[in-house]
């Protein structure tokens, strides 16, 4: 499975554009680029996924580099709710593995006033 | 739609006593997983299914079994708990492998 390497914490301020990078250099052609974030001790809430494509939804854009090695998640206005833990994962779309997912430790966002 | 659901949301337990931890969905995913979150770090998956019958491992499988039984229902099991299972559990279940995957509250276990 690939892994997935983030920062362990960043700062953002309000109403700014906040950008979370995500290494996954091992990553595998079939396999997907998730972000989710959990608020306090609440369950991860999902935010986000692409393949090869940049993608964009209500919340955020994901950029993912032609190499597939690296993406980057944009919040554009980053709110006070927006301070959570955010995790990149890579998950196999098939093969043996299919499904199975690996968090690491996230990156901790702090959006200051 | 009721979403995840676990069963209970906290327990204490002794050292050696076992207990099953419950997952439910209603959403008629066929791919679900538990995974433990220790204080201060990432979630570690401990078992997963990709359907009704079928149980896999994940990263930190030992000390725990699972059953899948029925598609909507994921239960894991700790037959002699140990302090060091003292953690929260959330379960999660998707609709295929190319699907997000929808999280429960957790359950906070303690074994003391």
């Known amino acids: 499975d690939a892994k997935t390497t983030q920062p362990p914490s960043m700062d953002c301020a309000e109403g700014r554009a906040a950008n979370l990078p995500c290494n996954h250099s091992?990553?595998?052609?079939?396999?997907?680029v998730y972000w989710y974030r959990q608020i306090h001790s609440q369950g991860p809430q999902y935010i986000i996924h692409g393949l090869k494509n940049n993608e964009t939804n209500e919340m955020a854009s994901l950029i993912i580099t032609e190499d597939r090695k690296s993406s980057t998640l944009i919040l554009p206005h980053a709110t006070l709710r927006d301070t959570a833990v955010y995790y990149c994962?890579?998950?196999?779309?098939?093969?043996?593995?299919?499904?199975?997912?690996?968090f690491g430790d996230g990156t901790t966002l702090t959006v200051k006033p | 739609n009721a979403g995840v659901t676990q069963t209970p949301k906290f327990r204490v337990l002794k050292t050696g006593q076992s207990m099953t931890l419950l997952c439910a969905q209603d959403m008629n995913h066929e791919y679900m997983y538990w995974y433990r979150q220790d204080p201060g770090m990432g979630l570690r998956l401990i078992h997963y299914s990709v359907g009704e019958g079928t149980t896999a491992k994940g990263e930190v499988p030992d000390g725990y079994n699972v059953s899948r039984l029925k598609k909507q229902n994921f239960l894991l099991g700790l037959e002699s708990a140990a302090p060091s299972q003292t953690s929260v559990y959330f379960c999660?279940?998707?609709?295929?492998?190319?699907?997000?995957?929808?999280f429960g509250p957790g359950t906070r276990l303690t074994v003391l």
């Open positions: 994962i890579v998950s196999p779309s098939g093969g043996t593995n299919a499904g199975k997912s690996t």
């Open positions: 999660a279940s998707r609709a295929g492998a190319g699907n997000e995957q929808f």
């Open positions: 091992t990553i595998s052609g079939n396999e997907y």
